[in-house]
C-alpha cells in the first residue's frame, strides 16, 4: 500500500482544513486507517483512525474538532480539521495498519505517507 497525503497549508486560528491521503492497493478496504502528527521538536502523536465500517478514534486534544472519514470506493481517507489551534500545527500522516491491535500505536501502522505540513496562526 502506497500513501500520499495532501491539503495542508497555513490557516489561521478557528479555520479549518481538510487533509486527503490516497491509498493504492485493491486491499484498502481491509486497513485500518490513522492521522498521526508530528509538531516541532515533539514525539509523532496519534490523532485519529478508522477502522472498519463506521468505527472511529480520536486523541483527547481533537475530538469535537476533527473528523475522520474514508472512501473504500476511491481508496481515499480523509481529516476534516475545524476550529484550528496553533497547537495543531505540525506535519500530519496519514498510515494503514492491518489487524492492528492497539490503534494508536504507530508501531501497528504497516505503511506511511510522505507528510503535509499545516501551520496555524495566532
Known amino acids: 500500500v502506497q500513501l500520499q497525503a495532501s491539503g495542508g497549508g497555513l490557516v489561521q486560528a478557528g479555520g479549518s482544513l481538510r487533509l486527503s491521503c490516497a491509498a493504492s492497493?485493491?486491499?484498502?478496504?481491509?486497513?485500518?486507517m490513522g492521522w498521526f502528527r508530528q509538531a516541532p521538536g515533539k514525539e509523532r502523536e496519534f490523532v485519529t483512525a478508522?477502522?472498519?465500517?463506521?468505527?472511529?478514534y480520536y486523541a483527547d486534544s481533537v475530538k469535537g474538532r476533527f473528523t475522520i472519514s474514508r472512501d473504500n470506493a476511491k481508496n481515499a481517507v480523509y481529516l476534516q480539521m475545524n476550529s484550528l489551534k496553533p497547537e495543531d500545527t505540525a506535519v500530519y500522516y496519514c498510515?494503514?495498519?492491518?489487524?492492528?491491535?492497539?490503534?494508536?500505536?504507530?508501531?501497528?501502522?504497516?505503511?506511511w505517507g510522505q507528510g503535509t505540513l499545516v501551520t496555524v496562526s495566532s
Open positions: 498510515a494503514a495498519a492491518l489487524n492492528p491491535r492497539n490503534i494508536a500505536s504507530m508501531a501497528e501502522y504497516d505503511y
Open positions: 478508522a477502522w472498519s465500517g463506521s468505527i472511529t
Open positions: 492497493g485493491r486491499t484498502f478496504s481491509s486497513y485500518a
